[in-house]
């Protein structure tokens, strides 16, 4: 819940250094700014997102909610599900597999987060939450080209703490085994990390080949560590 019109300056910023074709940043900004970003977007390296959204695939007596079908039409291309805020409110596996069932059949991209709490991993318990977290909202029937799965253990969100390296990469690893046996699919998906990213560590997660992006969160608040975090990433 930030931004507002002038948040779009952070796009021209952008545009003002070259990114590799293979790459891909996507901006989910709040669903008041998804249009209006649409209108100004001029370059294919940028994608916009929604960062949640209602269960329900149709019209409905939902006052105050927004379903896939709306936001596609405002021009998102993407939509975060399952963060961490969210289940904190009490979103539950069950769900969030609705809302997945919802996005992907509007043809967006889920962008679907786990993870697990400081007393869950502290207990050990961390691979046993992220397994059942996945088996309890993923349908084998998913597309999982539509899908990206964002690492995101709740303790080190905005708190400046971030997993050993060596224990980032055996997790995310762990986890595209575990997808692969939920879709039966011969390719690893496609997984990211969040969770106090900055400009500085960025460069140390970079190193890990089992990552293949981040979902940026505080740091998005301000254009220059967002756009210092993906210069850096490139380098």
Known sequence: MFGDFSSFKIINKINQFNIKAKKKIVLCVPNTLIYFFNKKLKTKYISLGAQNCHHQKDYGPFTGSINASMLKKCGAKFIIL????NRKEGESD???????ASSLKE???????????SIQ??????????KKQLKNSLDKKFDP???VFAYEPVWSIGTN?????DDLSKIVLSIKKELKKIFKNTKFPQVLYGGSVNPQNIRLFSKIDELDGFLIGGASQSSKKFIDIIKNYYK
Do not use: A
């Open 82 to 85: 399952g963060h961490s805020e």
């Open 121 to 130: 991993k502290n207990s050990g318990r961390t691979l046993h939450v992220l």
């Open 161 to 165: 703490k971030i997993p050993e390296i």
């Open 107 to 117: 043809n967006l991209n889920v962008v679907f987060c786990i993870g697990e709490t």
């Open 145 to 147: 080209n539509k899908l």
């Open 94 to 100: 069950r769900l969030i597999k609705k809302k997945i």
